[in-house]
């Protein structure tokens, strides 16, 4: 592949990181080419690698093979990581659209709980040996805080849900980095042994959550935690972040935001991105409380009712009461204190005041358009669409670079396998099609470190590689036409003189999967504009 040190490459990783886990649909002693809808033709080609390879090493090798190619066909599985405390379980059931993940102190908050599709809803304990046990949720139609086991037998939690979004998506939620709790912190840190990591890592991305500001360790929690799970770094192919609780930020401790709270969490989000990068994407901020009791249903007509009555009260009052939680809910006011309290738990002060606006401008406004209201003030648009574009879009390449490393990983141990192995990778990383994987692997390289290249050019292959978007890959977002195709060939160009005069063997290896990508966009660019 590239050349650089075999424990740096991308496909090089130490162990598999597809879940060992019981599967009623799955063939043992075979290999099931994959035929999902779920699958794009990266997925598909590294399975019939798979496939070709599987009579040419051995009966533990072939059976990883099966593993890799089932889930190849599975769902993209995102990890939600984070401090304690920072809010990945309201972010979850934000994403989700349903409020199943528990949020307050219980057992299930020190584990990893996996949340996929099912025919119907039900939830597994998994323990350590493997066994499995249904369990109900919970009457709040959440997963209950005490399990009523012995926590240290329990692996992870398995959580299937008859729910659209998870048909092509499995989001996994752990427990908080940072606890006091000793045992806490040894599972996610350590993932306590290898059958809870085996539970998470299948992702094959990572939504990191912070508050506030990123800590020192941030980016080496992070770090251990993609290795942990995915079995590689973070990167802007594999990982975002978000700024949860935004509402919470101070508008006066960030210059520029004109006292608004929304304007100094998108700030300092700007800044974090580039304290983290480029372990990932992108931060973005986010209201997860807001996103969570706006789209799982938690906000209701009553709700709705008590913010009309709460819009009625005087002005000098109404800005005593939104000073404090604690003044909200003593301060004399027709709307009963445990009404308010009852408001508090789902809409915070912030969520509060920004619904009493919208009501207040629009005093028809029905409940349905105030829940979208207060959707909108929480960010999660933004966070989803982001999903989208970084994981979603490019699931098929995520799933067949990390399949890859799988692969390469699982016949690591054999001379004559890893040869056989590297030999079949190459051939299908020289296919044109195949070069997204190519752009993959260069951007992992570059993350990781293990291709020097000067910050400017490290730069533009990071944002070549980091994007689904032509205009965000050129770095020309609203330009016209015709000054993207110039730019792509001009680009194209540049890196094919730098790769024959001008770099180093390991850069030019990367130098020329990046002209390879420039001439390919422009390519493209030529076609659509039938030039």
């Known amino acids: 592949m590239f050349g650089a040190p075999a424990a740096a490459s991308p496909w090089g990783t130490t162990d598999s990181y597809y879940p060992r886990m019981s599967d009623p649909h799955r063939r043992h002693g075979t290999i099931c080419l994959v035929t999902s809808s779920l699958a794009g033709p990266l997925s598909a080609a590294v399975a019939r690698l798979a496939h070709t390879l599987r ?26 990581a984070g401090r304690l405390k920072s809010g990945k379980s309201t972010l979850v059931n934000a994403l989700i659209g349903r409020r199943v993940a528990p949020v307050g102190i219980g057992e299930t908050t020190r584990l990893v709980t996996r949340f996929q599709y099912g025919a119907v809803d039900r939830i597994e304990v998994v323990g350590v040996d493997g066994s499995r046990r249904v369990l109900p949720f919970d009457p709040d139609g959440m997963i209950p805080a005490e399990l009523d086991a012995d926590v240290r037998t329990v692996s992870h939690l398995e959580a299937y849900l008859t729910n659209e979004v998870l048909r092509e998506l499995t989001v996994i939620d752990t427990p908080g980095l940072g606890s006091l709790d000793s045992e806490s912190v040894a599972r996610t840190e350590k993932l306590l042994d290898q059958v809870s990591r085996d539970a998470v890592a299948g992702a094959e991305a990572v939504l990191y959550v912070f508050t506030q500001t990123v800590r020192a360790d941030d980016q080496e929690t992070l770090r251990a935690f993609t290795a942990a799970t995915a079995g590689r770094d973070a990167g802007p192919v594999n990982a975002i972040a978000v700024l949860n609780k935004a509402d919470t930020i101070p ?8 006292g608004d709270v929304w304007q100094a969490a998108a700030l300092l989000a700007g800044r974090q991105a580039a304290t983290l990068k480029p372990r990932v994407a992108d931060v973005l901020p986010v209201i997860g409380l807001l996103a969570e009791s706006a789209e799982s249903g938690a906000f209701t007509s009553a709700d709705a009712d008590a913010l009309r009555e709460l819009a009625e009260v005087d002005e000098d009052s109404w800005q005593t009461m939104l000073m404090s939680a604690d003044l909200f809910t003593t301060w004399e006011c ?33 409940a349905g358009a105030l829940r979208r209201v207060l959707l909108d003030a929480s960010g999660l648009a933004d966070v989803r669409a982001k999903l989208d574009a970084v994981f979603r879009a490019r699931a098929d390449g995520i799933k067949a670079a990390a399949a890859l490393a799988s692969v390469t990983a699982l016949a690591a141990a054999d001379p004559g396998e890893r040869r056989r192995v590297h030999d079949a990778i190459e051939q299908l990383l020289g296919r044109p099609e195949a070069h997204q994987l190519r752009l993959l692997e260069a951007l992992t390289l570059i993350t990781a470190n293990a291709v020097s290249m000067p910050d400017d050019l490290a730069e533009e292959v990071l944002r070549v590689g980091g994007s689904a978007s032509i205009p965000e890959q050129l770095g020309l977002v609203g330009r016209p036409p015709h000054e993207l195709v110039a730019y792509a ?20 290896r990367v130098a020329h999967v990046v002209h390879r990508a420039y001439f390919l966009i422009w390519q493209q660019l030529r076609g659509a504009s039938g030039g």
């Open 334 to 366: 027709p709307v009963p204190a445990t009404t308010r309290a009852r408001l508090l738990t789902k809409l915070d002060l912030y969520g509060v005041g920004h619904a009493v606006r919208a009501i207040r401008a629009e005093p028809e406004i029905t």
């Open 251 to 258: 508008p006066e401790s960030v210059t520029g935001s004109d």
């Open 489 to 508: 060939l001009e680009r194209a160009g540049w890196w094919r003189s730098f790769a024959s005069f001008g770099a180093t063997p390991a850069q030019s």
């Open 55 to 80: 009579p040419q090493v051995g009966p533990a090798t072939a059976a990883g093979f099966d593993e890799v190619v089932r889930r190849l066909s599975a769902p993209l599985q995102v990890a939600v």
